[in-house]
């Protein structure tokens, strides 16, 4: 086959949605498929074209049957104006409409044309080329528009705009060969508001994974992340990856006040997002010692960001659960450490920590009842491993890259 990945992002870009799909490109390579993935010549969220148009990643055989190849990438456009505004952004993401388009038409035609969901709605794209070329058209839900554009004041549900675009979605996932979503509770809401519209066996649940290669549990003695950021003896709280609009940081905030003369315990927040303001005042205003933010880390020293941490925070606001499925839960559970989850039990990070036993959920708003769950696990280290024991074992069986992938690759075959 030859695949086509669509998507803003991709390697050397370091956000989620690029690195999924570096890793799904090179799963399909060594099956001895082709793949060109197209994506932008900006780095996510910055300005300027600072990536080549054209350019190929060497992929080597990994088990036994596995091929060597590469994954041809095709950057059009650029990014003028990065995250300043709203209308900014539409600009940009006009623009990468556009130039993808005419990539997708006078390119080698594809089989399969796999479009994510940055920018909003670029899975219309595969749709187009199925019309004009014959390709399947694939649809990977990473977020659920329009309903997250709800809670930043961007849209109201009773805006006419609103309901186009529920209706645009509607017929999007309807008229696709096949729509991946990312958990449960996501496939949930993907079909109740597809109703009678005969879509239900073409919606697929796999989950997005991380790396087992690349993310593995690294002692507090061999890291060399720990070392460098003067963590010593501490008990670390992590919050690692994007702290954006769609998760709570109040109770998180209020946790940490309640810990604040705790030396022995030390918040670390790693990434950004349009929280990492928030936190950042929030330390500074209440001269909060044991808590701190570091810039994303590459993700060669991924392992031992992660690894940094004793246990980490993941959370999501109350309406969120299906419209957002953080990723960032399979790379802690990777490193072996466990997790508290601020946010609805319904949501499918909620279900994967009660179903393996490696972390405990807290509800939105109990900033007493998570400082409470941090101080348990602080003096309770053998309940530290065994979560994180649990956590690891079960990544293996169900989250691992290899899994997700072949389940992926099985997918394509069966519809190309």
């Not at 990643?57 to 104006?81: C, M, N, Q, W, Y």
């Not at 010593?232 to 690692?240: K, N, R, T």
């Amino acid at each position: 086959m030859h695949v086509v990945l669509l998507n803003q992002a991709f390697h050397p870009d370091i956000v989620a949605t690029a690195q999924m799909g570096r890793d799904l490109a090179e799963a399909l390579v060594r099956r001895g498929h082709t793949v060109t993935a197209i994506a932008s010549r900006s780095i996510y969220g910055q300005k300027g074209a600072v990536l080549a148009e054209r350019e190929e990643f060497a992929v080597a055989p990994e088990g036994v049957g596995d091929k060597a190849g590469a994954v041809r990438v095709r950057r059009v456009g650029s990014s003028l104006f990065g995250r300043a505004s709203t209308i900014a952004r539409l600009f940009d993401f006009g623009m990468f409409y556009v130039r993808a388009a005419w990539t997708l038409l006078t390119m080698e035609r594809p089989d399969a044309v796999v479009a994510f969901s940055t920018p909003p709605y670029i899975a219309l794209l595969a749709l187009f080329c199925r019309f004009c070329r014959g390709s399947k058209a694939v649809y990977w839900a990473m977020d659920l528009y329009p309903e997250v554009m709800v809670p930043s004041g961007m849209l109201k549900p009773s805006s006419p705009v609103y309901r186009f675009l529920a209706w645009l979605h509607r017929l999007l996932v309807r008229r696709s060969d096949a729509t991946v979503v990312l958990g449960r509770c996501m496939q949930g809401r993907v079909l109740a508001a597809q109703g009678d519209g005969g879509a239900r066996n073409n919606v697929v649940m796999i989950p997005v994974w991380s790396d087992e290669a690349g993310v593995s549990p690294v002692t507090h003695e061999n890291n060399r992340v720990r070392r460098e950021w003067g963590l010593g003896e501490a008990f670390v709280v992590m919050y690692s990856g994007n702290f954006g609009i769609g998760h709570d940081a109040s109770t998180v905030l209020d946790a940490m006040l309640r810990l604040k003369d705790r030396a022995d315990i030390q918040f670390v927040f790693v990434g950004g997002g349009k929280r990492r303001a928030e936190v950042e005042a929030f330390i500074k205003q209440h001269a909060l010692s044991n808590a701190r933010y570091k810039d994303y880390q590459p993700r060669e020293r991924l392992a031992e960001s992660l690894s940094a941490g004793d246990i980490h925070l993941i959370s999501l606001r109350t309406g969120m659960e299906g419209l957002i499925v953080p990723s960032k839960l399979y790379g802690i559970m990777a490193s072996a450490r466990p997790s508290i989850f601020v946010g609805p039990e319904s949501s499918e990070v909620a279900r994967v920590l009660a179903e393996s036993g490696c972390g405990v959920v807290v509800r939105e708003g109990d900033g007493e009842g998570l400082a409470r769950r941090i101080e348990s696990y602080a003096q309770n280290v053998q309940e530290v491993e065994r979560a994180g024991v649990a956590a690891r074992r079960t990544f293996e069986e169900k989250y691992s890259r290899r899994a997700s992938c072949s389940l992926w690759v099985d997918l394509l075959e069966r519809l190309a």
